[in-house]
């Protein structure tokens, strides 16, 4: 798979007709922020998984060590054998799957077990290992903006310009990848919301996303659920009703070019993303 497709922005800058590819959520962890403990069980995380598939869902993302702010890492061993028998089953039903990960072994066990993507949300920096097994594999790699691991990431959410911040850092994480040997169209960006971010500083990403997508590499976004939404709702709303924010972002995402989104409720993303796609067709219709 290569991730330079119709998808993708055009090089003029107006976003493709299509919608963006839409990743599942699959968290096999006991304490992920929205779904921990619920797909711990493989049998649990397969019927997920096929469910978010038959929801639309192009890729099920799947992940083994949660990244909620404050978390402790996750064993190795026990993130992969968390992984691999969901990934195994899933793949071998020709549902296409991404590794959430940050590891190394965990995205090399990952990719033997039939995963076609990987996910990094450190960009290659917790583990520099991860990139020639992505490069090796020759599979897509997303890799997002990042300043540490979860235990210290609120600490380091100091910007002077957040977009240009972001995008400078994540410049940089393009020249030591491609240094690294990944191949340039199998690169996907991601500003990393809520990871070292205020509620603040992921409406700029957001609002100005085409400044990223001037680097030149598909974009995905993983807004589903997080706290900067759920502060747009009454207080104590459980997170399920950040859903149709959720939706909305995805919907904006696609109208400023998005490469993919990743979302927890794949059937509302779907539907805004439906939205989208008519809405532009109509606007190109007028022509
Ligand atoms: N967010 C989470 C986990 N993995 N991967 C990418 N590429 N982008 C994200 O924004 C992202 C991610 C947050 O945790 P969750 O799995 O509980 O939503």
Avoid: C
Avoid at 38 to 56: M, N, V
């Amino acid at each position: 798979m290569t991730v330079h497709t119709t998808q993708q922005a055009t090089p003029e800058g107006s976003p493709a007709l299509v919608r963006p590819l839409v990743f599942g959520v699959l968290n096999v962890t006991p304490d992920s922020f929205s779904d921990g403990g619920r797909f711990l069980d493989p049998d649990a995380a397969i019927a997920r998984g096929l469910e978010l598939s038959a929801q639309g869902a192009d890729v099920i993302d799947v992940g083994g060590e949660t990244t909620r702010p404050g978390a402790a890492r996750t064993d190795a061993g026990e993130e992969a054998d968390r992984v691999v028998p969901v990934i195994r089953e899933l793949a071998a039903r020709g549902i296409r799957v991404s590794i959430d990960t940050m590891r190394a072994s965990t995205a090399a066990a990952a990719l033997e077990a039939g995963a076609t993507i990987v996910n990094d949300v450190s960009g290659g920096l917790a583990d520099p290992g991860i990139v020639p097994v992505a490069a090796n594999a020759q599979v897509p790699f997303v890799a997002m903006h990042w300043r540490g691991h979860s235990d210290t990431m609120t600490s380091r959410a100091i910007y002077d310009d957040v977009v240009a911040d972001v995008r400078r850092e994540l410049g940089a994480r393009v020249e030591a990848l491609l240094a690294a040997g990944l191949d340039p169209a199998k690169l996907v960006l991601d500003p990393g919301l809520g990871f070292a971010k205020d509620a603040d500083h992921n409406w700029q990403l957001l609002g100005r996303m085409t400044e990223l997508q001037s680097l030149g590499f598909p974009l995905l976004i993983g807004a589903s659920r997080k706290r900067f939404l759920g502060a747009l709702l009454p207080d104590g709303a459980p997170v399920e009703q950040r859903d149709l924010g959720t939706a909305v972002v995805s919907a904006l995402s696609a109208t400023s070019g998005a490469w993919a989104v990743r979302v927890h409720d794949v059937a509302s993303t779907v539907a805004a993303l439906d939205v989208a796609a008519a809405w532009r067709r109509g606007a190109e219709a007028t022509r």
